[in-house]
């Protein structure tokens, strides 16, 4: 059936250049579409998906899709930290000096006196995967007693979520409901985290970034389009570990 969706979507006026692929996914109810950072376009559809019903979709979508995928090839490059003194790192929006210290028993990353300090592990690599752990950490804590009464609001069961290392994406949703954010998005200020998470909460009821699911969106926060325009701003700025 993914073929038949294939030239489908190839018969529309996709713009010139467009990387695209389309993947059947067994256990999804409705079209989803991903763009990846690089800016290439998947197409996730169910098993059974009606090819016209798909390109009906994608169609509609296409002025949306043209703007992001823009938006994705005209990303800076993804941000490198040197991790020496001084160094700025942002955690819920409020910025913060590093400050190495001692490696040694009981050493580790910690916010003190307004100082986020790091243990001199040795290497960029070490010090780098430190501060990810310190990030998913107070991340999981700031999130478990936010997330129930946000989405007890949406009127959703998550079945779980966590804070983790989630690559290129900034949330996952699986279809069973369990809720992954990105420990960068924890550098974000809350109003952007709560984003992220209520977007992927949304996702427990629709799969898809279709007018149902931004319907849900605009339900569970009405300023939704100030948020979204917000992130995709500021999100290309977000320090993912890599240090030089």
């Known amino acids: 059936m993914s073929t038949s969706v294939q030239q489908a979507i190839a018969s529309l006026p996709l713009p010139d250049g467009w990387s695209w692929r389309v993947e059947s996914r067994p256990r999804r109810r409705t079209l989803g579409i991903e763009i990846t950072p690089d800016g290439e376009v998947l197409f996730a559809v169910p098993a059974d998906a009606d090819p016209r019903a798909v390109a009906a979709a994608v169609r509609s979508r296409l002025p949306r899709l ?3 995928v823009g938006r994705r090839h005209a990303r800076p490059a993804e941000p490198v930290k040197e991790l020496v003194g001084g160094s700025s790192f942002a955690y819920l929006g409020r910025r913060y000096r590093l400050r190495p210290v001692p490696a040694g028993p009981g050493a580790r990353v910690r916010l003190r006196a307004g100082w986020l300090e790091l243990p001199q592990y040795g ?6 995967e430190a501060l990810a752990e310190w990030y998913t ?3 999981r804590r700031w999130l478990a007693p936010r997330a129930p009464a946000v989405a007890l609001r949406i009127g959703v069961r998550p079945t779980g979520i966590t804070v983790g290392d989630l690559g290129q994406r900034w949330g996952s949703c699986t279809p069973d409901g369990f809720i992954t954010v990105h420990w960068a998005v924890l550098q974000m200020p809350a109003d952007l985290v709560d984003f992220v998470l209520i977007h992927e909460l949304c996702h ?3 799969p898809g970034h279709g007018p149902a699911f931004r319907r849900a969106m605009s339900l569970a926060l009405p300023d939704f389009e100030r948020r979204e325009a917000w992130f995709e701003r500021d999100e290309p700025f977000l320090w993912r570990g890599a240090v030089r």
């Open 137 to 139: 950490d107070r991340g």
């Open 123 to 128: 290497t960029p690599a070490a010090g780098s």
């Open 66 to 68: 043209a703007d992001e």
């Open 204 to 206: 427990v009821k629709q």
